[in-house]
């Protein structure tokens, strides 16, 4: 090979490189393992950052998850402290090592069985319960119908969550507070509904998201992709 094909076939080769790429991703068909191993080579980090937990305390302890709600919620929902509860639970339970769920009925048989739970010392409250840390859940805002509509459809959750640890001192027991979690659902507009339609299929998804983003700050995840 003489001097001047040396120096082109070392100038093209990014090029026959390129190709040689192409061509694979053409020749193996869809959905063959090759092809997949190709893709996680050039293909980009998934989407978002990684986010540190903002308290990592729960793991291997018993919490128990507390939700406020004022009497004209609770005599429209009658169940929202228990299936924000539940939801809430059950996210945790999934995400959060060795963690320990108190049952969100034993935590509402003890709200109702005491009238004033509310003004009790949040460390005490925590014993009562049998539980390590209280989740204290206030919902500043829980519906699901659309404002100043009888029919129309959307779950709204705006809630202001804390921790409590109950080993420590009173004054020094909030061992977290996070920022309000609002959660909007659908997050494009309201659906169409008639008077005293059952809310199953908004309320449901909106418990849902409300559980997985507070969950989201007790452990490392990826930051969802924001939208154009």
Partial sequence: ???????LCFRCAPCVSAILLAACFVVVPAGCQPTGYLLYLVAPEGPGETVEAEFTGLENHSVA???YADPGVQYEYPFCRLTVATAAGSELRNRIKGIRLIEPVKVIKYQDQNTYWESMP????????????VLYVTLVE????????LDL?????TAQCSIYQADLAERDSAVWRGKDIAILYPPNGPAGGSVGQDDTAIRVPTERLFAEELARKFYKHKAAKKES
Avoid at 1 to 7: E, G, I
């Fill in 65 to 67: 998850v507390v939700v």
């Fill in 1 to 7: 090979m003489n001097d001047r094909c040396h120096s």
């Fill in 142 to 149: 829980y519906t699901t119908r659309e404002p100043g509509s």
């Fill in 122 to 133: 949040k460390t005490q409250l925590a014993k009562a319960l049998g539980a390590d840390y």
């Fill in 153 to 157: 459809l959307r779950g709204r959750i």
